[in-house]
């Protein structure tokens, strides 16, 4: 099934959520959060896309590499490690969301359009992951 045909709709909508995301926060930012709720998300297809988008752009492939361990991994900035650990906490939502202790670092990071640009991002990327996943998008043609 191709959602984009089936519910053009619902896909707009991701669409437009994601476009948000792009008015407030730096592209290298956003292919990281993507590339890493992916992982999380285990959807190979947007893992694909999103490291190739990111090679494109300019970005190191060593730090994508380092994404999938980006706790150890010393190639990534203060900013990005607070964006990568809201990835973590707002991907794998558990029953306790996300702590205020992560909530008061990432209203310190970014302001208020930038956070509300990232939360955007992460209901974006969580979203397409989920039609990727359930219709084994790995082997259809670029969802988004």
């Known amino acids: 099934m191709n959602l984009a045909e089936v519910a053009p709709e619902v896909y707009q909508a ?12 730096d592209h290298g930012l956003i292919e990281l959060v993507k590339l890493r709720a992916s992982m999380l998300n285990n959807c190979a297809y947007c893992v694909d896309m999103h490291s ?6 300019g970005e190191n492939p060593q730090r994508l590499f380092a ?4 706790h150890e991994s010393r190639f990534f900035t203060e ?3 607070v964006a990568l650990e809201f990835t973590d906490a707002v991907t794998r939502l558990g029953e306790h969301g996300v702590p205020d202790e992560l909530w008061a670092k990432v209203t310190a ?3 208020q359009a930038q956070v509300a640009g990232l939360l955007a991002q992460l209901i974006a990327i969580n979203g397409f992951n ?6 084994d998008s790995a082997t259809e043609r670029r969802l988004h």
């Open 67 to 70: 994404v999938s361990v980006w």
């Open 109 to 111: 990071t970014f302001d």
């Open 52 to 57: 190739t988008d990111a090679i494109k752009a």
């Open 130 to 135: 989920r039609v990727a996943v359930p219709l």
């Open 79 to 81: 900013t990005e490690r």
């Open 14 to 25: 991701l669409l437009q959520i994601d476009g948000y995301a792009h008015q407030h926060l």
